[in-house]
């Protein structure tokens, strides 16, 4: 092997790493453990080898890992009411291409923790409550992300739910729970999307410090799921950790940021000199970040240029989109919207949020993006009137003058609302806002809501409001895209990601303190499985809005479910197929929703479990065939005594809806393991 082999493009992966850890020296080794500022790892001058670079996610490059200005996406929980991969894959390719013009090797993103708990400060930054959805939409983002030769870092791993306590806490959860709720993005990120580097998290999993977890790290990372990339500390989360060592044998391979505690070099070389861990072990952590290096180009004699222009407008138009197909319609009543414009002459756009910017360094965190311009709802709003509507539509400053009023409220992205290291402390909009909505219906009925927020919210003052649209935190084009579906040039499709809690002690994380946010050392998934529409279900709780709503301008009928067999064998494959027609005047696009129900098991199982999702986009009187595949893991869960999963022979139930509590067809089939 030559010196250079590493270097090779026509080498293969494999052969480029070999060859690179046998150049290296122990000490070289030593020191690409850990970073060399916040944002790069430590050169190897030696070897010419340059530092690998990151950038905080994952809304976009973050401002205050680059110094500079970028494209400000929606926020996660947006993209996760689309419910379409096709956008996710379309986001990621957007948020490669915007890293490397960054001139970053890595992303910290997708952030895909489970909404476990409505207050976390989080939510935002995250998809959903639900495991399938949060697979769907994972795995096409990080598949985008990486086909522009950008490093994908999945990130919390895992159970990391709260911001409350978030370095110190345990979550204490089942083997069952874990594997059913917690782990399965992350194994798909793996499986399906191989993914380069994953984050190993701040809290501790019954115990033992994620990131010295050997269980999580090794053992179902590495062995069973076949990951091949390298594991990051998130940033400062070794210092709970018990020993070098064992963050060493527990398989974290680079400790960030800055020069490193655990995996300072002097602290490396003493625990190696005293046979605490072996080079083997240091190989096995080292070899996935020397293999990310290969990926993405870092190692190439020409490595490819970080820095490209960045494909500005149209990353623009993509924000807009996906603040667009992530907007949930919550409630219309008497069609109020979209607006209608041959009546309408007078509009009120009031409210704290309308001509407010959400898109800031260091708000919210990781997800500071600073964006070259931000367009707030006013903002879109008078755009579009001047565009489409000019002389005809006025905008008036009094509630009471207006024939309709557009009324924004929702929270920011502060701390102990929606924001990093705390988590929110009440589940209701701020006083002022909610006395603003009742003065405002006073004034005028015709008001409607428009939600700036990141997720869940109590709605007491719900009942009276004739329409409310959530529109999340849309993004730098965010105001336009909220024009476009007051307006009806865009028609709403969006789902909700998260069931809305009428009452916080209606949440399943919400039972006691045990439960939420525990005692500081440790917090306790008393719920099990039972997180989201599976506790509402199983409990027979009626949410404010359940996990999968959302409304539409027109409406689609389902019909003509059919199955490919009336029983289910083995590893086969269950073919569903369903009509799905627009009866409605308008073009729009349906959520179509697959959840399957065990009828007989020898656990508990939630009522319902969503295994499947489509997304038509049709035109009035169109209709179009939606088809499933299910299969041996869709209908199984986890079992402990076999640690394994397991699917029980006997009867299930697919259901299609429009909604988690709008289910329009079913059928029945037997499993069988013959
Ligand atoms: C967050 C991560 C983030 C990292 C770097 C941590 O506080 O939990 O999501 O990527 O900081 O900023």
């Not at 996660?76 to 291409?97: M, N, P």
């Not at 407008?313 to 807009?320: D, G, N, V």
């Not at 949410?543 to 009928?557: E, K, N, R």
Request: aromatic residues 8%; glycine residues 8%.
């Amino acid at each position: 092997m030559s010196k250079q082999d590493f270097r090779d493009a026509s080498l293969d992966l494999e052969a480029r790493v070999a060859a690179l850890l046998q150049q290296l020296t122990l000490d070289e080794k030593l020191d690409l453990c850990a970073g060399k500022s916040a944002w790069k790892t430590k050169p190897i001058p030696r070897l010419g080898i340059e530092s690998f670079r990151v950038t905080d996610g994952p809304r976009g490059v973050a401002w205050h890992s680059s110094m500079g200005r970028h494209v400000a996406f929606p926020s996660g929980i947006a993209l996760g009411a689309s419910w379409s991969s096709e956008l996710a894959y379309d986001y990621g390719v957007a948020l490669g291409e915007q890293t490397r013009a960054s001139g970053r090797h890595m992303v910290l993103g997708p952030a895909v923790n489970i909404c476990r708990t409505p207050l976390n400060g989080r939510t935002f930054e995250y998809f959903t409550e639900d495991p399938w959805l949060n697979q769907a939409l994972a795995v096409p983002v990080i598949k985008g992300i990486q086909s522009q030769r950008v490093a994908a870092c999945i990130k919390h791993y895992a159970a990391n739910n709260q911001e409350s306590h978030r370095m110190k806490t345990s979550a204490e959860l089942s083997e069952r729970a874990l594997r059913e709720i917690y782990l399965p993005v992350f194994e798909a990120a793996v499986t399906q999307a191989d993914v380069w580097s994953v984050m190993a998290a701040y809290n501790a999993v019954n115990g033992v410090p994620a990131c010295e977890n050997s269980d999580l790290l090794n053992d179902k990372l590495r062995s069973e799921w076949g990951f091949r990339g390298f594991v990051v500390s998130d940033w400062s989360a070794v210092r709970r950790t018990s020993s070098t060592e064992a963050c060493v044998k527990g398989g974290l391979s680079l400790e960030m940021p800055g020069k490193g505690t655990r995996y300072k070099q002097k602290n490396l070389r003493q625990a190696y000199d005293q046979d605490k861990f072996s080079e083997r072990e240091l190989d096995r952590n080292l070899s996935g970040l020397l293999r990310v290096m290969v990926l993405t180009g870092h190692l190439d004699v020409a490595p490819i240029p970080l820095a490209p222009a960045a494909p500005s407008s149209k990353h623009w138009a993509l924000a807009r989109r996906i603040a667009a197909e992530g907007m949930v319609l919550l409630k219309n009543h008497a069609a109020l919207l979209p607006l209608d414009t041959t009546r309408i002459r007078k509009l009120a756009v009031i409210g704290p949020k309308a001509a407010k910017r959400n898109c800031l360094p260091l708000w919210g965190g990781s997800s500071g993006v600073w964006p070259p311009y931000e367009i707030t709802p006013l903002q879109g709003i008078k755009e579009k009137i001047a565009d489409q509507f000019a002389g005809r539509i006025e905008l008036v400053s009094q509630a009471e003058e207006a024939d309709v009023v557009l009324l924004f409220v929702g929270l920011s992205h502060r701390p102990g609302l929606d924001s990093e290291v705390m988590d929110r402390k009440s589940l209701d909009l701020p006083a002022k806002q909610i006395q603003l909505i009742e003065a405002s219906l006073a004034q005028n009925p015709n008001t409607v809501v428009v939600l700036i927020n990141g997720g869940p919210i109590s709605m007491e003052w719900a009942g009276p409001v004739p329409a409310i649209l959530e529109a999340w935190y849309p993004g730098m084009e965010g105001g336009r895209a909220i024009a476009d579906v007051l307006f009806g040039d865009i028609n709403p499709s969006g789902k909700l990601p998260v069931s809305f809690p009428r009452r916080l002690q209606d949440s399943p994380a919400h039972q006691s303190s045990r439960t939420f946010p525990g005692d500081g050392a440790q917090v306790h998934y008393d719920e099990d499985v039972f997180i989201g529409y599976r506790h509402f279900d199983s409990r027979e709780i009626e949410p404010l809005f359940a996990f999968g709503h959302g409304l539409s301008y027109t409406q689609f009928s389902y019909s003509d479910i059919s199955l490919s067999s009336k029983v289910l064998r083995g590893d086969d494959v269950l073919l569903v197929k369903a009509r799905i027609c627009n009866v409605g005047s308008v073009a729009g696009a349906e959520v179509v929703q697959l959840y399957i129900s065990d009828l007989e098991c020898s656990v508990p199982r939630p009522l319902k479990e969503l295994k499947g999702s489509s997304k038509v986009f049709l035109q009035p009187g169109q209709a179009a065939k939606v088809q499933f595949g299910i299969a041996y893991r869709d209908l199984a869960f986890y079992s402990e005594k076999n640690r394994d999963w397991l699917a029980e022979a006997g009867r299930f139930v697919v259901l299609l809806g429009s909604s988690s509590r709008d289910i329009r067809l079913e059928a029945e089939f037997d499993y069988s393991n013959k």
